[in-house]
């Protein structure tokens, strides 16, 4: 099972920018796709953006469609999402996940086995 860790949370202003990295243990070879989900104070976790490992193809939540990207390097090692023109309602606990299931799946968290331990981020109005 593969490992992933995040980092680079912290504290922004509205309109600010942050990008959060989540490493994984291994290069994973077996993925379908990566993703980016997130829970805000008091409500359940939703997704951001997933990227297919397979190809690159990149699919994003609407709230965040236009400001956030996610990306990873050339040695499939790190998975990043760089947020822009963040807003207050974007503060939430990030999470990255791996997932072998099918795309139709990937909004979903239960298509993801494998999940970091979150990393804070808070936008202040």
């Known amino acids: 099972q593969v490992q992933l860790v995040e980092s680079g949370g912290g504290l922004v202003q509205a309109g600010g920018s942050l990008k959060l990295s989540c490493a994984l243990s291994e290069r994973a070879f077996t993925l379908r796709a990566v993703a980016w989900f997130r829970q805000p104070p008091e409500k359940e976790r939703e997704f951001v953006a997933a990227l297919r490992w397979s190809g690159g193809n990149t699919y994003y939540a609407d709230s965040v469609k236009g400001r956030f990207t996610i990306s990873r390097d050339n040695a499939k090692t790190t998975v990043f999402l760089q947020m822009d023109n963040l807003k207050p309602e974007d503060t939430a606990i990030y999470y990255c996940?791996?997932?072998?299931?099918?795309?139709?799946?990937?909004?979903?968290?239960?298509?993801?086995?494998?999940w970091g331990q979150g990393t804070q981020v808070t936008v202040s109005s």
């Open positions: 996940a791996t997932t072998q299931s099918v795309l139709s799946a990937w909004r979903d968290e239960r298509a993801y086995g494998s």
